[in-house]
Nanobody, 119 residues
Framework: QVQLVESGGGLVQPGGSLRLSCAAS????????MGWYRQAPGKQRELVTD???????NYEDSVKGRFTISRDNAKNTVTLQMNSLLPEDTAVYYC?????????????WGQGTQVTVSS
């Protein structure tokens, strides 16, 4: 099992910044992708960004140039720096890691952290 603990959500004005962090513990060997998803009220959960164990990144179009994902493999953490936040970025943000197992890849999710962008 992998446990994920997220931190850093909150309320911010449009144009502001927030930094989300996610720390993984437990059976952390063979984790290869770490990322962030979000779910706004009435909408499906969507991928925001992810990063592989060799550093390749992937961003949803609306956050390109504003959000940056980074990863510390030694500390088993993934961080999302969010700049130039917009009201439409308001959502619950979830950390997800994918771990290789003998039965194939397995997803682990954090509990979610609320991000609200409002004046």
């Amino acid at each position: 099992q992998v446990q994920l603990v997220e931190s850093g959500g909150g309320l911010v004005q449009p144009g502001g910044s927030l930094r989300l962090s996610c720390a993984a513990s437990g059976s952390i060997f063979s984790i290869y992708t770490m990322g962030w998803y979000r779910q706004a009220p009435g909408k499906q959960r969507e991928l925001v960004t992810d990063i592989t164990d060799d550093g390749r990144t992937n961003y949803e179009d609306s956050v390109k140039g504003r959000f940056t994902i980074s990863r510390d493999n030694a500390k088993n953490t993934v961080t999302l720096q969010m700049n130039s936040l917009l009201p439409e970025d308001t959502a619950v943000y979830y950390c997800k890691v994918v771990r290789r197992t003998s039965r194939g890849p397995y997803d682990y999710w954090g509990q979610g952290t609320q991000v609200t962008v409002s004046s």
